[in-house]
């Protein structure tokens, strides 16, 4: 877009006459501009066209002067500055994100919404070939076809989701407490009952997470964006609607790279029992800590850490092939008299030094 042209879209914006697609387009301009521009601009004259942004922006105005035109473009590389640490991803994190919101900013596409009212899981296929496994209750509203930038759809409720790659066009996933990012992957979004707690657990691949921020659009250009936290196989992010906490940890039963893989193929992320715990076989026979802790790090994409690297000189006899991560090094630990912690997304093992 030239200069010209995004002068009189903000002339429109003043007098009210944007669409939501040229609200999204004046933002996405505005981050895209090289934050170099503005380096002419002192700390107090960006302060100043800061307010007066704000003035510009939201205050109708009836007498129309060249200098409000000069401001504009002032204001246009100065709003690059603010933006220079914000990636376009983390942007668009910080627009209102309701249902409402989400339609009426789409409103040039024909939306379908797909309700789950049985008491099984309904699966979804979307115009990407996305597959989306709704649970009971949970429902999802999604464009008829992903015509645009990017594959948006909004979720209420809980589901799993199998998106088809596509590293040009990223899939947003809305709800009304989190955004979730992704290119091409597998993950479950969850949502408490009340509505106090949004979860996403990765099943494959890596997810961008971060508060669905209920800010107007250009409130979002002069506040920090939305906190963010990338996830990857075995982890979860975490939200509280309370405090407003986005915090990210290990899930509550880690598979392996196997498992998973498989599940993603289901689309609906149901497993037996008997699928859920490790494939591959641990038998062991005096081997070292170092090396199963290395197999275990390897095969749950997990990383597993010692309070003391003496531990790694213990060795463990047991065949733990058909059971869970955890209770493999429950028992692991128990072997030398020691034991093991979750901190975040890794895992510290403690115990007696071994010689």
């Known amino acids: 877009m030239d200069k010209k042209s995004f002068i009189d879209l903000l002339d429109r914006y003043q007098q009210g006459n944007c669409s939501e697609t040229e609200k999204i387009r004046v933002a996405n301009w505005y981050a ?45 590389i100065a709003a690059a500055v603010s933006l220079i640490t914000i990636s376009a991803a983390l942007y668009l994190f910080n627009g209102n994100r309701t249902e409402d919101a989400f339609l009426s900013e789409h409103q040039e596409l024909a939306m379908v919404t797909n309700k789950n009212t049985s008491a099984n899981n309904q699966t979804v296929e979307l115009g990407d070939h996305s597959v989306v496994t709704l ?41 009304n407490n989190l955004v979730v990012k992704v290119l ?50 075995n982890q979860k992010a975490v939200f509280d609607n309370e405090d407003h906490q986005l915090t990210k940890s290990l899930v509550d039963q880690p598979l392996t790279c196997a498992v998973r893989a498989f599940r993603a193929e289901l689309h609906n992320g149901q497993l037996t029992d008997e699928r859920k715990v490790a494939a591959s076989n641990h038998q062991f026979s ?16 997990i990383d597993i850490r010692v309070a003391d690297e003496s531990i790694y000189a213990c060795t463990f006899t047991g065949d733990i092939s058909k059971k869970g991560l955890f209770e493999q ?26 010689h």
């Open 184 to 233: 091409g992957t597998s993950f479950f979004v969850k949502e408490s009952a009340n509505g106090k707690a949004a979860q996403v657990d990765v099943n494959t691949g890596k997810v961008m997470v971060a508060e669905n921020a209920k800010k107007s659009l250009f409130a979002a250009l002069a506040t920090k964006p939305a906190k963010a936290v990338l996830i990857t196989p």
């Open 135 to 175: 649970q009971p209750g949970a429902s999802i509203t999604y464009p008829k076809l992903f015509n645009g930038a990017d594959r948006p759809v909004y979720l209420k409720g809980n589901a799993f989701f199998s998106v088809t790659k596509n590293p040009k066009k990223p899939f947003y996933v809305y709800n």
């Open 32 to 76: 895209s501009l090289d934050a170099h521009s503005a380096g002419d601009l002192s700390d107090e004259e960006l302060s100043e066209i800061s307010k007066r942004m704000e003035a510009a922006i939201f205050t109708p105005t009836y007498s129309r002067t060249p200098v409000y035109r000069k401001l504009y473009v002032r204001l246009a």
């Open 286 to 301: 005096e081997t070292s800590l170092k090396d199963i802790f290395k197999i275990l790090s390897s095969e749950y994409s």
């Open 329 to 354: 090094l429950s028992l692991i630990c128990q072997s030398v008299s020691g034991s093991y912690q979750i901190e975040g997304t890794s895992i510290l093992v403690k115990g007696v030094k071994c």
